[in-house]
T-cell receptor, first 110, second 117 residues
Framework: LAKTTQPISMDSYEGQEVNITCSHN???????ITWYQQFPSQGPRFIIQ???TKVTNEVASLFIPADRKSSTLSLPRVSLSDTAVYYC???????????FGAGTRLTVKP | GAVVSQHPSWVICKSGTSVKIECRSL??????MFWYRQFPKQSLMLMAT?????????EQGVEKDKFLINHASLTLSTLTVTSAHPEDSSFYIC?????????????FGPGTRLTVT
């Protein structure tokens, strides 16, 4: 089981780029890294997933170094609506261990 | 994209009664579904993993006789909170995983707010 560690909270301002790092020192060879966003009283929403190097989609980028012991979620030009809790999960298709870490509470200020 | 629904979205019940929460995968078949509980300002806590046609696997500390999980079909899993008490008041979230995927994906429902009075 690859345990994840994230900062408890982060503050940012509108228009800034936000980078949230997740540590997963004992990640396994078959594990993927997935990030979710959660607003209050809603289920988590998928943001991005990657295995190595860099992945980019329309909302975020995910940077994974060669050793894969950490990953960084990058949110470009955040807005107030990006205020949420962000979770990273590590696992593979056969791993039913879907435990969430504490997550990072991002607050975007005007 | 894949959609998971939950019903009801919120429910209030009296202490001692039972409540059933449904989780449905609307446009895909889910061999595996997960149930979570989330208290205010806390992370999601995995309660159990349910596989279609077999008994659920409960996390340590979760009472299987209190939280009954039935995954009777590939699109439906139910969580029944039996003899509910005020401390069971929480936000319950399910998620579902398709049987064949090249990535580690799960799709979450919108959650069910349970209040026990």
């Amino acid at each position: 089981l690859a345990k994840t560690t994230q900062p408890i909270s982060m503050d940012s301002y509108e228009g800034q780029e936000v980078n949230i790092t997740c540590s997963h020192n004992n990640i396994a060879t078959n594990d993927y890294i997935t990030w979710y966003q959660q607003f209050p009283s809603q289920g988590p929403r998928f943001i991005i997933q990657g295995y190595k190097t860099k992945v980019t989609n329309e909302v975020a980028s995910l940077f994974i170094p060669a050793d894969r012991k950490s990953s960084t979620l990058s949110l470009p030009r955040v807005s107030l609506s990006d205020t949420a809790v962000y979770y990273c999960l590590v696992g593979d298709n056969d791993n039913n261990d879907m435990r969430f870490g504490a997550g990072t509470r991002l607050t975007v200020k005007p | 994209g894949a959609v998971v629904s939950q019903h009801p979205s919120w429910v209030i019940c009296k202490s001692g009664t039972s409540v059933k929460i449904e989780c449905r995968s609307l446009d895909f078949q889910a061999t595996t579904m997960f149930w979570y509980r989330q208290f205010p300002k806390q992370s999601l806590m995995l309660m159990a993993t349910s596989n279609e046609g077999s008994k659920a696997t409960y996390e340590q500390g979760v009472e299987k006789d209190k939280f009954l999980i039935n995954h009777a079909s590939l699109t439906l899993s139910t969580l029944t909170v039996t003899s509910a008490h005020p401390e069971d008041s929480s936000f319950y979230i399910c998620s579902a995983r398709p049987p064949v995927t090249i990535s580690y994906e799960q799709y979450f429902g919108p959650g069910t707010r349970l209040t026990v009075t």
